[in-house]
């Protein structure tokens, strides 16, 4: 991530805006109940994800990018009583003593990783930090040529938001543009404020085909386990808004 834009412009916002993608809270915690391993959250941001899976009294360590998202996962997690491993780290190079059960990258977090060069260096650094029998799970948004076509750079409303900071509603409009050679969703937010004062926040997203991710994680040393469609674990198919993959380290 070269833009750090969470850190520099989405932090104080992110908890009033993000709400991730339908189901992916509960997804997660169905699928650690009764998990006994160490997880590792990539991307765990805010902790939107982090905080619930503690709650049930997971091992979960949370590495970010940001120390801004991770200062306000640690302020949130001291209100719940919890004090979780945090990492401000780089998912492509990270150096961790120990193996993980579980990596989850949750909420597109993956996305984030624009070139081939910088998807292969996270996914075999995740398998270093994984045990043999671990699992990784990560999602990312399936391309929809509906919304491509619409990416006219044209403004769209999102929705009107409380801030702790700010008297009445502060509007979130977004434009998309995509560049299909680079595979790259171009996105604008524009925060307009009761008192007229406007900001744009940029954030790019690289988009993946199917069977793109299955020849990046085979090259990684990775097989597929499963691949959901959404949160719901619907199978994989055309019109799928998701993909939720769940691969393994392949044996040598
Ligand atoms: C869409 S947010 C997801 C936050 C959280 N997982 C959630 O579900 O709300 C993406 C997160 O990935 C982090 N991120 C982006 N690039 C990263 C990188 N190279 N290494 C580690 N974290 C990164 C950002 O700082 C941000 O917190």
Known sequence: MKDKIYHNKFAGFYDYFQHGVKGDVNFYLNYFKNFKGKILEIGAGTGRITIPLLKKGLDVTALDISSRMLAILKEEAKKERLSPKLVLADMRTFHLK?????????????QH????????????????HLKPNGILIFDIYTPNLKYIQKGDWQWHKDQDINLPSVKGKVRIDYRNRYDMARQMMNQEYRFSYPGGRKEAVPLRMRFFFRFEIKHLLRLAGFKVKN????????????????????VSPERK
Not at 98 to 110: D, L, S
Not at 118 to 127: M, N, P, R, T
């Open 113 to 128: 990783l624009y070139s081939v060069d910088d998807q292969l260096k996270a996914l075999k650094c995740f398998k270093k």
């Open 98 to 110: 120990q193996k993980f059960e579980a990596i989850i990258v949750t909420f597109r977090a993956f």
């Open 227 to 246: 691949l959901y469609g959404d949160f719901s674990k619907s199978k994989f198919k055309s019109g799928s808004p998701e993909m939720i993959w769940i």
